[in-house]
């Protein structure tokens, strides 16, 4: 079946660090890849998506590239900020306009 | 624009007693339309989906329903809440990009 297995938290980092939350999927076929954002009290929103291999979605400084070879979608961003503090969710979607399989989340917290 | 409400924000509910969230879409017509629940510490669990009016799927056995009388609404309900049933829960539709979300409901069961 499909599956997102990203990196438990909590991450905590100092402003201006370098972010790496690794995800990693099983499926059949091409699905698309995406990753939500959790700000603390409210719903998800989509942070950013790739749809085939080698695509890189980015948003907000944000980075993942969608990996086929190691089936991996690593989300980066070169230096974060106290408000990107959040709880970051991977998912997949197997097939267009069907429910997606989410990660467990992984919170990171950033202190000035 | 296509939005999505949710309500109530948050609910404090005594074991035993019934349960209804309420999910509305606006500015879409016959969309998918999902509940997710998120327990503490946990990652996200999706409880019902439906493609259309009066057709809902359950993708776990639990305590709760779920019903679709009208074409934009997407009823969670429950008879009688137990502790377990605490949580995050979610409303979502399909929109063209992914899904997209509610705010949610923060329901204590106590």
């Known amino acids: 079946g499909n599956s997102v297995t990203q990196m438990e938290g909590p991450v905590t980092l100092s402003e201006e660090a370098f972010l790496t939350i690794n995800c990693t999927y099983t499926?059949?076929?091409?699905?698309?890849l995406f990753w939500y954002v959790q700000y603390p009290g409210e719903g998800l929103q989509l942070l950013l998506k790739?749809?085939?291999?080698?695509d890189k979605g980015s948003n907000k400084g944000f980075e993942a590239t969608y990996r086929k070879e190691t089936t991996s979608f690593h989300l980066e961003k070169g230096s974060v900020q106290v408000s990107d503090s959040a709880v970051y969710f991977c998912?997949?979607?197997?097939?267009?306009?069907?429910?997606?399989?989410f990660g467990k989340g992984t919170s990171l917290l950033v202190t000035p | 624009s296509q939005t999505i409400h949710q309500w109530p924000a948050t609910l404090v509910q005594p074991v035993g007693s019934p349960l209804s969230l309420e999910c509305t879409v606006e500015?879409?017509?016959?969309?998918?339309l999902y509940w997710y629940r998120q327990a503490a510490g946990r990652g996200l669990q999706l409880l019902f989906y439906?493609?259309?009016?009066?057709?809902i799927s359950s993708e776990v056995p639990q305590n709760l329903s779920a019903s679709r009388p009208q074409d934009r609404q997407f009823i969670l309900s429950s008879k009688k809440l137990l502790l377990s049933d605490s949580g995050f829960y979610l409303c979502?539709?399909?929109?063209?990009?992914?899904?997209?979300f509610g705010q949610g409901t923060r329901l204590t069961v106590v």
């Open positions: 500015g879409t017509s016959n969309p998918n």
């Open positions: 998912a997949l979607s197997p097939n267009s306009g069907y429910a997606l399989n």
């Open positions: 790739a749809t085939k291999a080698d």
């Open positions: 439906s493609v259309g009016i009066g057709q």
């Open positions: 499926a059949t076929g091409y699905p698309s």
């Open positions: 979502a539709w399909s929109s063209p990009l992914s899904l997209a």
